[in-house]
């Protein structure tokens, strides 16, 4: 994709600004390997050659900030040291681009002991619902709860961050509160419009997520987001949070809405797993999974990507189903027998998807976790041209 001659090895600034150029989300750097980027249709190496570990060093320095200053000082000897202590960290950092930056969230990581960067570009606007293409419901349960617990499941690049800045978003432009984030590290930074808003970040401003969420109960707080469920105590903290009457927003890597449920039972022993049930039954609100698949354009070539969606809704059924212990697979059921309750799984949206002409009958397939499912539901549907 970029010749040799084009790159300067040493200076990150260059591979960014061919993120930019095509419209990249991630940046991949490891030792003794050519670059590489992620676009739409998955991951391509630039035809740069290899970087030698030092180069890779050299450019992690530039991402701790102003060399010289006794706030990079603080950041750089802070990172590595938890880089050599755990094998990886995660932080950002901002890039200068006119009168605004670029913010990017990045983890350094040791691979056969050698050192990797992984960069992903945040996106500078925070978006709608609409312009996310999620569906109705995400407003809807977002209007109608002022207490619960929300989870935002998916897989790694999913797009979690981006559908709780949008629903962070949206209550900061419609609603009067006070909102606490903690996260690891911050992604989208917010302006408060009708609401305060603090965002905390992990070794900036706290030790630990579980300490995090017990002190933010204490900060007059409406609404706390949790950048990641990670461990039991987070977990149980974050339940207990929503239980004294606050929205809590979070996420969690699972694949589909019932197995984010499971996951968030297998954190518990056994003798714990009653009263987690419980506490579920009564303060979970929704959990919302999603996908990124490969949007084709009207020329038949993936232009980006959308997400595909599947909605678990705590209603009286489902929380009865939480209450006696049942299955996930019976959670999964719900969920096909109750869409006019604003619940659907992943086989809705992707037929959904197919029907707007936004994926074709082949992404659907290959997105789809249940194919011989889809196929039924996709009978009868035709797009225009797309395959």
């Not at 939480?322 to 109750?338: P, R, V, W």
């Amino acid at each position: 994709m970029v010749e040799n001659k084009e790159v300067d090895k040493a200076n990150l600034l260059v591979y960014l600004s061919i993120v930019e150029r095509f419209n990249a989300s991630d940046l991949h750097l490891k030792s003794n390997c050519p670059v590489s980027i992620r676009v739409a249709d998955g991951i391509h190496n630039l035809d740069a050659g290899k970087l030698d570990e030092g180069t890779v060093f050299h450019m992690a320095e530039t991402t701790f900030g102003k060399k010289g200053t006794p706030e990079y000082e603080k950041r750089s000897n802070r990172l590595m040291e938890l880089y050599h202590k755990h094998g990886s960290v995660d932080y950002a950092f901002e890039v200068p681009k006119g009168n605004a930056t670029i913010r990017y969230r990045t983890q350094l990581y040791k691979s056969r002991g050698l050192m990797s960067i992984a960069i992903r570009k945040i996106r500078p606007d925070i978006p709608d619902f609409k312009q996310l293409n999620l569906p109705d419901i995400y407003e809807e349960t977002i209007t109608e709860n002022s207490k619960g617990i929300i989870v935002v499941g998916g897989e790694t690049g999913s797009g979690k961050s981006t559908t709780l800045a949008a629903m962070i978003n949206y209550i900061n432009n419609n609603e009067r509160k006070h909102i606490v984030t903690i996260e690891d590290p911050i992604e989208y930074q917010f302006l408060g419009t009708l609401c305060i808003i603090n965002q905390r970040e992990l070794g900036e401003d706290f030790d630990t997520f579980d300490y995090a969420l017990k002190a933010a109960v204490r900060e007059d707080p409406d609404v706390i987001l949790v950048g990641e469920m990670r461990d039991k105590e987070t977990i149980d903290s974050a339940i207990r949070a929503a239980e004294t009457g606050h929205l809590v927003l979070t996420t969690l890597h699972t694949g589909t809405a019932p197995s984010t449920f499971d996951r968030i039972l297998n954190y518990f022993p056994e003798d714990e797993k009653p009263g987690v049930r419980a506490n579920l039954a009564n303060n979970l609100i929704a959990i919302m999974n999603q996908m990124l698949v490969p949007m084709i354009g009207t020329d038949g070539k993936v232009c980006g990507r959308v997400p595909a969606t599947e909605v678990l809704i705590n209603n009286a059924a489902v929380r009865q189903y939480i209450e006696e212990g049942e299955s996930s697979s019976i959670l999964a059921d719900a969920i096909e027998k109750q869409k006019s309750a604003g619940m659907r799984n992943y086989n809705d949206s992707l037929v959904e998807l197919v029907q707007k002409d936004m994926i074709s009958h082949d992404v659907a397939k290959k997105a789809s976790l249940n194919s011989d499912q889809l196929i039924s539901k996709l009978k009868g549907i035709s797009t225009t041209g797309k395959g």
